[in-house]
């Protein structure tokens, strides 16, 4: 009788909830990051903003 526990799809499930929660610990850390700048950011430096620029501060 095999374990139902040890297939590949749980494996599989489980490596997708980590990254689930990564990406969500991410925006969430982007969009608080980016809101709390936003009133003192120069305009002409707001595409540092952007996603892909992104730098934590």
Same mark, same amino acid.
């Given at each position: 009788?095999? +374990?139902?526990?040890?297939? @590949?799809? #749980?494996?599989?499930?489980? /490596?997708? &909830? =980590? #990254? /689930? +929660?990564?990406?969500?610990?991410? #925006? =969430?850390?982007?969009? /608080?990051? #980016?809101?709390?700048?936003? @009133?003192?950011?120069?305009?002409?430096? &707001?595409?540092?903003?952007? @996603?892909?620029?992104?730098?934590?501060?």
């Amino acid at each position: 009788m095999s +374990n139902r526990f040890s297939s @590949p799809a #749980v494996g599989l499930c489980a /490596k997708r &909830i =980590d #990254v /689930k +929660n990564m990406l969500q610990r991410f #925006v =969430d850390t982007y969009l /608080k990051d #980016v809101l709390m700048s936003l @009133p003192t950011q120069r305009a002409s430096e &707001i595409g540092q903003l952007l @996603p892909h620029q992104w730098m934590p501060a």
